[in-house]
């Protein structure tokens, strides 16, 4: 029987030497990385049955995005975090959500060997579905409007104007359609590339329907609010790997897309200030 290949990863020389030395002792094949990046390039062109990996390698979850990603490069693989922290807070349940299991270091190294012993007997311990920041959203593109409007009722400043549940939210599937496209594009953050048709109409539409520019800025501020919890309510399945950038992409398209909004909306003013 083929020994288990196990892929190490840990910032720490000293640990990362000492595992490697110890681990190939007890009969794992083993691969090390010294960082994020070297094991995201290890984990997209070989195959692994474990992941032995650091949580803070050096930044707070760094080992989340490695655990992400082996989760979506190879779903059968066990993957094991270890934190110097024996007391977990509440975002250990996000953690735990995302792999299979935490062990706190340091650790006498043959419970560490029996654990990953055990683990790798008993085999993942869930079939996680690991999705793009992108494909999330396009599948709770009506959940997240549903709880836009439900913010934007409790805020009596654009309550003033009534309005359909329509008419103030009916822009919103095109501009998740836009978002989602601006992940899926891999444009770089700040492009100007992608203008939106239906933000300049959107900026019209508001002027018209009497919105000060202040409450075009809190509708859009909203909007991020509720996209970032649809994103929170998905922690468990979200691919850890890109979620920084997709959620940076997301705020920098929201905000262009309120700019391209509010051109529109101060030329409308322009219009009705000209005299008859």
């Known amino acids: 029987m083929a020994p288990a290949k196990l ?32 094991a995201l390039k290890r984990i997209s062109s070989e195959v692994f049955d474990v992941l032995l990996s650091d949580l803070h390698m050096p930044g707070a979850g760094d080992g989340l995005t490695v655990v992400s990603a082996m989760r979506h490069a190879n779903p059968k693989a066990v993957t094991i975090l270890l934190s110097s922290f024996p007391h977990m807070d509440a975002a250990a349940q996000a953690i735990l959500l995302q792999t299979d299991e935490i062990l706190v270091k340091p650790m006498d190294v043959n419970m560490l060997v029996d654990a990953i012993k055990q683990r790798l007997a008993v085999g993942p311990t ?21 709880d836009w409007y439900e913010l934007v009722e409790k805020e009596e400043s ?9 008419l103030r939210s009916g822009h919103l599937v ?23 048709a239906t933000a300049k109409e959107h900026g019209t539409a508001r002027r018209k329907q009497g919105y000060t520019a202040a409450m075009m800025v809190e509708e859009s501020r909203i909007l991020q609010v509720s996209v970032f919890n649809t994103l929170q309510k998905n922690l468990a399945n979200i691919d850890f790997s890109v979620v920084l950038i997709g959620v940076m992409t997301i705020a920098d398209e929201i905000d262009s897309q309120l700019g391209q909004a509010m051109k529109s909306y101060l030329a409308e003013s322009i219009v009705d200030a000209l005299p008859a």
């Open 7 to 38: 892929l190490l990863v840990d910032d720490d020389e000293t640990i990362l030497l000492t595992l490697d030395i110890i681990l190939r002792k007890h009969g794992f094949d083993v691969t090390v990385a010294a960082t994020v990046t070297e």
């Open 126 to 146: 869930r079939t996680r579905l690991v999705e793009s920041v992108a494909t999330i959203l396009e599948r709770s593109t009506e959940s997240t409007i549903r």
């Open 158 to 166: 654009l309550m003033a104007i009534p309005m359909t549940f329509q």
């Open 174 to 196: 095109q501009v998740f359609q836009d978002l989602v496209l601006r992940l899926r594009s891999l444009k770089t953050l700040g492009t100007k590339e992608m203008l939106s």
